[in-house]
């Protein structure tokens, strides 16, 4: 296994849930509206994970993104709400049940709800149904030009690469062309290519998104408007810790719950090293391409989150995209896969 990168800033052994699992709190870099040269360098091209402040201050959403808001607009919406016992075992593809209901039945679940074990919900429901059913929602954030993205449909980034390497260049053009072009699913008035997910997350106090990273090799955006979330982080050089699920470029499963884990039957886990720290309000989470992460609401929280393709990823996005199909006849022969918001396959969900 390849050696991890020593820690920077302090190390911090919170003997909470981790147990003697080595977490470091604070090492996440906070940067305050960074240029896009310095965050390309220090962040993009390195994959490091940051919170970037300062991003969103500018957004309608931050003065009008709440219970009431929500239930307002899209009280009436049908939805799928993740129920979650977090007294058991939780692992991405068994994150809980999934049950039909209108958005405004899980606002009142939530606002209800005294059970300090159960958390409900509304998990990466995708943006572009919710502009359908209220097109306003759409002027009440914008998309991030810090980071290149490919898949930004509003405001395409710019061509621009440095590489000499033709293979190289012909595979980042075939993606950026794929991309630029959208699906053969429309996804109107929605903010990114419908190959790829913008993401809206709705929940009570304890929801948890086990470890996992994100499909496709895509890096996130993950623009935290009301609550705070606590989150955890794995470097890509230390997967077999989490003993991934087949075809972990593409699904990116992690078997272990890290809330309990089982270190009989996976011991490498006690090696892990977590890197943890607390995204607030207004922050900005930036998730590179393959970097494991989990993440705990600390309170009621909405979380709009939107993926990223750029030259940094490219490749890795372009190349899931047959191994997709793979692993999908993989998966079928296995009973059908579940993905982090329930749906039995990909594209159920989008
Ligand atoms: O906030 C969550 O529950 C999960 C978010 C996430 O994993 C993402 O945006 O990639
Ligand atoms: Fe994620």
């Not at 699904?251 to 090696?271: H, I, N």
Request: glycine fraction near 6%.
């Amino acid at each position: 296994m390849t050696a991890v990168n020593p820690p920077q800033k302090d190390v911090a052994k919170t003997g909470t849930i981790f147990g003697d699992i080595d977490v470091r709190a604070d090492a996440i870099d906070r940067v305050h509206r960074p240029s896009p040269e310095d965050f390309k360098r220090d962040y993009v091209y390195k994959r490091k994970p940051a919170i970037i402040t300062g991003l969103m201050d500018s957004w309608p959403a931050m003065e009008k993104w709440g219970f009431d808001y929500f239930r307002t607009h899209f009280g009436d919406l049908d939805i799928h709400a993740n129920i979650q016992k977090l007294d058991s075992k939780l692992i991405l593809g068994h994150v809980g049940k999934f049950q039909p209901m209108k958005l405004g039945a899980l606002l009142d679940d939530i606002e209800n709800n005294t059970d300090p074990d159960r958390a409900h919900y509304l998990r990466a429901f995708p943006v572009h149904r919710m502009i359908d059913h209220y097109p306003g929602l759409a002027d009440d954030y914008d998309l991030l030009d810090l980071v290149p993205n490919w898949a930004d449909i509003r405001h395409p980034a710019q061509w621009k690469t440095g590489t000499k390497n033709p293979a190289r260049l012909l595979g980042l053009f075939l993606a950026k062309t794929f991309l630029n072009r959208g699906s053969n699913k429309p996804a109107p008035r929605s903010t990114v290519s419908s190959r790829v997910a913008a993401v809206m997350f709705v929940g009570s106090k304890g929801t948890v998104t086990p470890f996992h990273s994100d499909g496709m090799q895509t890096a996130a955006y993950l623009n935290q408007v009301v609550g705070r979330k606590r989150c955890y982080f794995v470097s890509p050089d230390q997967h077999a810790r989490l003993y991934p699920r087949k075809f972990r470029r593409q699904f990116g499963m992690a078997q272990v719950d890290y809330r309990r884990p089982d270190l009989e039957r996976t011991p490498l886990f006690r090696d892990v090293v977590v890197e943890e720290t607390i995204l607030n309000p207004g922050e900005t989470l930036y998730v590179p391409s393959g970097y494991w992460h989990a993440i705990e609401a600390m309170d009621a929280s909405i979380s709009y989150s939107h993926q990223i393709v750029n030259e940094d990823n490219a490749l890795g996005w372009l190349t899931c995209i047959p191994e997709r199909y793979l692993a999908q006849v993989y998966f079928k022969s296995q009973g059908g896969l579940r993905n982090v918001t329930g749906a039995k396959d990909w594209d159920d969900w989008a």
